[in-house]
Antibody, heavy 120, light 110 residues
């Protein structure tokens, strides 16, 4: 059964870069049918889609975050990563890595999430 | 404020049926597939419905959904206390070019 696991720092300073990695088990990040993504959820609020990657290199991002976001895959490690630049307190959230296994359909697999706080 | 509008809260008794609405527009629900998620406290959202009305394997048929024009609904029958959770609708918005989520509905089963 495919599983996702997020990892990365739980505390990031304002103006710095948030970096998270999602390790994939039970499946391959190289699978051309799979869309991998990142979603965040600020405390007490609804989920917000950040962006997705498919075919290991094709990406699309939320327009509201596009200028600060990079998502990339590492096929040798079977993982994909998120980088969010110039963070502020508004970026404090639970960050989830997700899988859409039906190609631009819905997010059917979620990681457990990792809380990231932006604070000095 | 979310582009997709859901009632913030709803409540119903065990065994009853509840219908959660999700209102959007022609650029999102009106032209794209809708999915629904359930989020129990302290856990990640879980997919309940994809492609408007399809259930992933393992999701009981107590959960059903439909779409009409720019709106969608999720029906839950035979409510159980374990159904107490936040429910979110989601879809692609062709104008925003982004996946969007509703503000969520907190369901209380009393």
């Amino acid at each position: 059964q495919l599983q996702l696991q997020e990892s990365g720092p739980g505390l990031v300073k304002p103006s710095e870069t948030l970096s998270l990695t999602c390790s994939v088990s039970g499946g391959s990040v190289s699978n051309s049918l799979y869309y991998w993504g990142w979603i965040r959820q600020p405390p007490g609020m609804g989920p917000e889609w950040i962006g997705s990657i498919y075919n290991t290199k094709s990406t699309y991002y939320s327009p509201s975050l596009k200028s600060r976001v990079t998502i990339f895959a590492d096929t040798s490690e079977n993982q994909f990563s998120l980088k969010l630049n110039s963070v502020t307190a508004a970026d404090t959230a639970m960050y989830f890595c997700v899988l859409d296994s039906r190609s631009f359909s819905a997010f059917d697999i979620w990681g457990q999430g990792t809380m990231v706080t932006v604070s000095s | 404020q979310s582009v997709l509008t859901q009632p913030p809260s709803m409540s119903a008794a065990p065994g009853q049926k509840v219908t959660i609405s999700c209102s959007g527009s022609s650029s999102n629900i009106g032209t794209n597939y809708v999915s629904w998620y359930r989020q129990l406290p302290g856990t990640a959202p879980k997919l309940l419905i994809f492609d408007n009305n399809k259930r992933p394997s393992g999701i009981p048929d107590r959960f059903s959904a439909s779409k009409s024009g720019p709106s969608a609904t999720l029906d839950i029958t035979g409510l159980q206390t374990g159904d107490e959770a936040d429910y979110y609708c989601a879809t692609w918005d062709s104008s925003l070019t982004a996946e969007i989520f509703g503000g969520g509905t907190r369901l209380t089963v009393l």
